[in-house]
T-cell receptor
């Protein structure tokens, strides 16, 4: 069965701390996507990782992909309250479909 | 600006009624998608379309129908057969080929009266 598993599913952390969200997947895909969703809002594309060893950074967020381990990480550096959101990873099932993780709800306390 | 427009933002359905959610994109994307999101949950695929006049069922197509008569439009009808329609519905589109992210509309929140 094709699966994408995120952990943790819920994370509460203090501002200024570092943390990592993990995304494991069971397919042989080498294309992985990270999205952000604010409460009551739609999804916004954050990162597209297209090959083994790919690393992308935007501000305090950095995403990486290890296709051999079928693992992607989203690292948060010196967290700030504005990063509070739900983060989803997704993997290509085919050229048209994605398999989605369940999402990680991140709460950053001042 | 290019983007995806969903309407209405909020929709209420009466018992036995069919309702249609609109999704229009001006990104010139070939593929379009409909997802359902329940509170605190992830995304579940309802239908998708790779090309005009063609569409495929996703994981939870029962009680829903779609059409794709124009490249830019992919409306979703929630039929009376869908007994639990209350959810947040998201439309997305994507360029053809791999390695392209899906782009999302702002969503429609559907509730039962």
């Amino acid at each position: 069965e094709l699966k994408v598993e995120q952990n943790p599913l819920f994370l509460s952390m203090q501002e200024g701390k570092n943390y990592t969200i993990y995304c494991n997947y069971s397919t042989t895909s080498d294309r992985l996507y990270w999205y952000r969703q604010d409460p009551g809002k739609s999804l916004e594309s954050l990162f597209v990782l297209l090959s083994n060893g790919a690393v992308k950074q935007e501000g305090r967020l950095m995403a990486s992909l290890d296709t051999k381990a079928r693992l992607s990480t989203l690292h948060i550096t010196a967290a700030v309250h504005d990063l509070s959101a739900t983060y989803f990873c997704a993997v290509d099932r085919s050229n048209y479909q994605l398999i989605w993780g369940a999402g990680t709800k991140l709460i950053i306390k001042p | 600006d290019g983007g995806i427009t969903q309407s209405p933002k909020y929709l209420f359905r009466k018992e036995g009624q069919n309702v249609t959610l609109s999704c229009e994109q001006n990104l010139n994307h070939d593929a379009m998608y409909w997802y359902r999101q329940d509170p605190g949950q992830g995304l579940r695929l309802i239908y998708y379309s790779q090309i005009v006049n063609d569409f495929q069922k996703g994981d939870i197509a029962e009680g829903y129908s779609v059409s794709r008569e124009k490249k830019e439009s992919f409306p979703l009808t929630v039929t009376s057969a869908q007994k639990n329609p209350t959810a947040f519905y998201l439309c997305a589109s994507r360029n053809s080929g791999g390695g392209q992210p899906q782009h999302f509309g702002d969503g429609t929140r559907l509730s039962i009266l």
